[in-house]
């Protein structure tokens, strides 16, 4: 999908985070383009966050407010300045920019277009940027550089000297000897004094007074307020009206006041609110100046102010999205206005610099509230030489600008009251469906949407979640975050698509179930058998136990003539009474009671030994009996990893310098850990040199058996294993959201698709000579997969229990299954679940599947999953392919909940090993 974005400030910024950040989550492929007039790298070309702003233009939130997925402001630069320099966090945006394209997901793109775009319309289906293109594109360029209403140069009769504020370049052209009339008294007023060499300012404004100075409670007071702060918000969102607004932002008023240690002041408060408080431009300044400092006990103002900016996100909650039609209208529009003053005014350095400077005459206040009037006329009234027009371009879509044509041409609607472009939830323009916009073009449709802040709203969020499932291939498809499709075989395919055999399976069995079909062992097996044969080995397959419990495996191999190694008793007594003769099994377990031994030799099986006490203890166990066993060779240290299994071969070689009665070493065996190809070879090439010394002490050695597993790939598709690996490694940089719980970094994972596996595999591993010296000493190999040959032979089926949120919101689906049922030496299974509907489609939910043990971190897997219709109790969850260990290596019956029972198919029977019980 190729999405544009118009706009690279802090808006732009936040989109294509969040679209990048969803489409890793979800798989998409998006082409982002970004348009702006000037160069991101360098900040260039980011309007009021241009790196060559003066120092003086500070920022007027708190810098621990401004965060992008690069981290927070403060943590980038090092400093914990409250109020820095915007040109600081213009460089910040720009570094932003150049990480998130460090970071781009799999499958996306991203390119700058340095160009300021002139035309958007709809077009086939999508959106057309100046005559390019896209399926989607997200306006979002902030404020207008320049409106109808700004003062030209020749707009004030007798000056010469009429500037803008910005770019403050402007104001350069004013020297120390020129009296400047300002145009506008607030922030920006504050830029151009705190910067201009003006002898003397005098500012003009149609409300007459200066923005009061943000004040701050204390840490505790914060915490005493908290409290009455959340119930203000709720009385604030259920709001009938404007009075019932009013009231709740008195009230919390009032609770500000009483946090502050101040006394109740119901009349100043709604003195305040009225806009009928103050009576000194000056002495107002002051006095919130004071406040801020500590040398003033609260004031209403100030309260009032507190009060507004602390509940912001509640009423923007409320009056957005054509919300403040019922708060009345223009009235809730007033009220806006007046609260902006007392609550968003300049921090208080600056503002104690303005005191200062109107203190000793330079800034002078004779004209402050008459913006009303002629300019002309104001200037030759106190013989100014220069005007400066610090009054920036209005909210709304701005006549001229890209907003304003799309206003003109009818493509974007405006609010009746506001002008503002009226926008959907998710952004997209009301009566477009691929254009959305996002910033100053909707403030007072969507209030408080012009702001560095993020989370005021959910436009941006709910914007990249709509383009970001648009650009599925299918975008139904229930899947873990990000996707990693499983590899189905035709018989899981048939039975999942069988809603009602499901269901049976979970009435007739209960959840979780274990559904098992040993068909795709066969094939697998045969890969295997027919590589070797390609290299000129003889190759047994020795089938391990101890990856599933169920018999119909045993059966299975035993049917295919190939053998079974077990690791304990009772796997070893269930594999004979299935049938399978002795010297068709062997036992490598790691640890074997004598009883096991005693077992083993009784029935003619061959015994890997693990070490040299224990080739003793079967020597006696023998008691005059034949047994056949195969050392456990731990190779070199310096060649392989290390293993716990086995003994060096200089050990073997004196252990077994002589033979023993009745002991017959009939071949070497190795276990390695990994997939490696070379590491196997090596192994190898150390127990060929180990039979030849054994040989060479009279010992008939039939076979090398090279145990530690098989390959195989869990996953359909390679980029899908790419992408996760890129996304785990980007979850603790902040470009990706957390998608696993409590954001574990999964640190220990099976490598779910990998590369060569099975035949391919063990050919690599026979190559550089390894089959030769097999042919060559008349040795077969003996391999022990249980994991490969398993693949594709079995999935689990659980029932939804719940669906709830946990404590902080975080959304939670319950099954009646638990982790142990799901779960091997891997921290997590790396494989989409499926979703076999029951319940009517539902919202769209992301959430981590949570299992029935009474411990908090209870999860079934532990990456979220995204539901794209919901679900619902009675849907039932599979876990595909998980016969290979994750069934039972681990299982439990914790809380003596039953284990699963293992079901064969297609016959819908229990399996021998639970029909027994």
């Not at 005559?131 to 000056?159: F, I, K, M, Q």
């Not at 075989?489 to 269901?503: H, K, S, V």
């Amino acid at each position: 999908m190729k999405v544009a974005i118009i706009g690279a400030g802090p808006r732009g910024l936040w989109a294509a985070e969040e679209l990048f950040s969803r489409a890793r989550e979800r798989g998409a492929a998006i082409e982002l383009s970004v348009y702006n007039d000037g160069p991101v790298a360098t900040a260039g070309g980011l309007g009021s966050y241009q790196p060559d702003l003066p120092a003086e233009w500070v920022l007027n939130v708190p810098a621990e407010t401004v965060h992008t997925r690069l981290g927070g402001l403060n943590e980038w630069r090092g400093d914990d300045d409250e109020y820095p320099s915007r040109r600081v966090v213009g460089r910040f945006i720009a570094a932003s920019w150049s990480a998130l394209a460090h970071w781009v997901p799999a499958g996306c793109t991203v390119q700058i277009v340095d160009h300021r775009v002139d035309e958007i319309i709809p077009a086939d289906g999508g959106v057309a940027v100046d005559g390019t293109r896209y399926d989607e594109a997200l306006l979002a360029t902030g404020h207008a550089e320049d409106w109808p209403g700004a003062l030209a140069p020749d707009s004030v009769e007798g000056v010469n000297t009429v500037v803008r504020a910005f770019p403050p370049g402007n104001l350069d052209a004013i020297g120390a000897h020129d009296t400047a009339l300002v145009r506008g008294a607030a922030l920006t007023f504050v830029d151009v004094v705190r910067y201009c060499r003006a002898g003397i300012f005098y500012p003009v404004a149609r409300g007459g007074r200066f923005m009061d100075v943000k004040c701050h409670l204390a840490p505790d007071q914060a915490a005493q307020l908290r409290p009455a702060l959340r119930a203000a918000e709720d009385s604030i969102r259920g709001a009938a009206g404007f009075t019932e607004l009013i009231d709740a932002l008195a009230d919390l008023s009032l609770d500000v006041l009483a946090a502050a240690g101040g006394a109740g002041d119901k009349a100043g408060v709604r003195a305040v609110l009225a806009g009928r408080d103050g009576t000194d431009p000056v002495e107002d300044l002051r006095a919130s100046y004071e406040v801020a400092v500590g040398s003033r006990a609260w004031t209403p103002a100030a309260a009032v102010g507190y009060a507004f900016r602390a509940a912001y996100g509640a009423v923007v909650e409320r009056a957005s999205f054509g919300g403040r039609d019922s708060l009345g209208g223009e009235r809730f529009g007033e009220l806006t206005t007046t609260l902006e003053r007392v609550a968003f005014g300049p921090p208080a350095e600056t503002a104690g610099q303005v005191l200062g400077m109107i203190e000793s005459g330079r800034i002078r206040t004779d004209l402050l509230g008459r913006g009303d009037e002629d300019l002309t006329a104001l200037a030759r009234e106190v013989g100014a030489t220069a005007v400066v027009d610090a009054v920036n371009a209005p909210p709304g879509p701005v006549k001229g600008t890209v907003a304003g044509l799309l206003v003109e041409r009818g493509i974007a609607r405006v609010h009746g009251e506001t002008g503002a472009i009226m926008v959907e939830r998710d952004g997209t323009l009301v009566g477009q469906q691929h254009l959305a916009a996002a910033g100053r073009m909707s403030e007072g449709w969507i209030l408080g949407h012009d702001t560095l802040r993020r989370g005021e709203h959910e436009v941006i969020p709910a914007w990249a979640r709509r383009v970001s499932r648009a650009a599925l291939a299918d975008p139904e498809r229930v899947h873990g975050m990000p996707p990693l499709r499983a590899c189905l075989e035709p018989w899981a395919q048939r039975l999942l698509a069988d809603n009602e055999a499901c269901r049976g399976l979970i009435r007739d069995f209960s959840s979780p179930v274990n559904v098992v079909d040993a068909e795709p062992l066969k094939r697998n097996a045969a890969e295997l058998v027919e590589a070797a044969a390609a290299e000129g080995v003889e190759l047994r397959l020795y089938y391990a136990r101890k990856a599933n419990k169920a018999l119909a495996f045993v059966d299975a191999v035993r049917d295919a003539g190939h053998g079974v190694d077990v690791a304990s008793e009772n796997e070893l007594r269930q594999v004979l009474e299935r049938g399978v003769r002795g010297r068709d099994i062997i036992l490598t377990a790691a640890v074997k009671p004598d009883a096991l031994l005693r077992l083993a030799i009784d029935s003619g099986v061959v015994i890997s030994v693990d070490n040299a006490g224990e080739y003793e203890r079967i020597a006696d166990l023998a008691a005059g009996r034949t047994v056949r066993v195969a050392p456990r060779l731990a190779p070199d240290p310096a060649a392989v990893a290390p293993t716990r299994f086995g003994e060096r071969k200089d050990t073997w070689l004196r252990c077994c310098s002589s033979a023993r009665a009745g002991v017959r070493v009939v071949g070497v065996h190795v276990h390695l850990n990994g997939y490696a190809a070379a590491d196997r070879r090596v192994a190898l090439e150390e127990a060929v040199r180990l039979v030849d010394g054994l040989r060479d002490a009279g010992h008939e050695l039939e076979f090398i058996d090279l145990g530690g597993g098989v390959p195989m790939s869990y996953l359909a598709h390679e980029e899908q294993w790419r992408a996760y690996e890129q996304a785990i490694a980007a979850q603790p940089h902040g470009y990706a959201e957390p998608f696993t719980w409590k954001a574990d970094p999964l640190t220990t994972v099976y490598p779910y698709w990998q590369s060569p596996t099975r035949g391919a595999w063990l050919r690599e591993v026979l190559g550089g000579g390894t089959a030769a010296a097999l042919r060559e000493r008349g040795l077969r190999l003996h391999l022990e997969p249980g994991r490969a040959l398993l693949d594709g032979c079995g999935l689990t089926l659980a029932e939804v229990a719940f669906v709830k949120e946990r404590s902080d919101g975080v959304p939670l689906v319950g099954l009646y299954m638990n982790r142990t049922q799901c779960r091997s030496t891997s921290d997590d299974y790396l494989v989409d679940p499926i979703l076999i509907r029951a319940s009517e489609p539902g919202e769209e939910l992301e959430a981590f599947l949570v299992g029935a043990y009474c411990i908090e971190d209870e999860l079934i897997l532990r990456r979220k999953v995204r539901f794209p219709s919901g679900v619902a109790p009675g849907d039932i969850v599979a876990i595909p392919n998980t016969a290979g260990y994750l069934m039972h290596i681990l299982e439990s019956a914790s809380h003596q909940i039953p284990l699963a029972r293992n079901v064969v198919w297609p016959a819908g029977e229990l399996d021998a090993i639970d029909a027994a019980g």
